[in-house]
């Protein structure tokens, strides 16, 4: 799985490549991410607004903070990247028959 996590103008856009299947676990990090985030500029620091597109093997992430309010790019990479690898399951490590 590829990820980037890029802004513009008021907008953080986080797009998934190779995601194959794992859109869920991808959404469970995003909420993960909004529920134990107290840092600012953070998902959880505001209310942003969510829109989640997929399609085929990538998904693509905007996120609009409140009104007034800022989102740090650097947080959010760092916030998914934990609960996308550090956390994830380990691979079945027996071999196929």
């Known amino acids: 799985m590829r990820m980037r996590v890029s802004e513009r103008q ?3 856009r986080i797009e998934l490549s190779r995601v194959a299947g794992r859109q869920g676990s991808v959404l469970a990090a995003l909420t ?3 529920k134990s985030c107290t840092c600012s500029g953070g998902l959880g620091a505001s209310s942003a607004a969510l829109s989640v597109r997929a399609r085929g093997d990538e998904l693509k992430v905007s996120l609009r ?3 007034g309010q800022q989102l740090d ?3 959010i990479y760092r916030c998914l990247r934990r609960n996308l690898v550090e956390h994830a399951p380990p691979l079945d490590s027996a071999p196929a028959a």
Do not use: D, L, T, Y
């Open 65 to 67: 903070p409140a009104q």
């Open 10 to 12: 008021n907008e953080v």
């Open 32 to 34: 993960a991410c909004q």
């Open 73 to 75: 790019v650097g947080e």
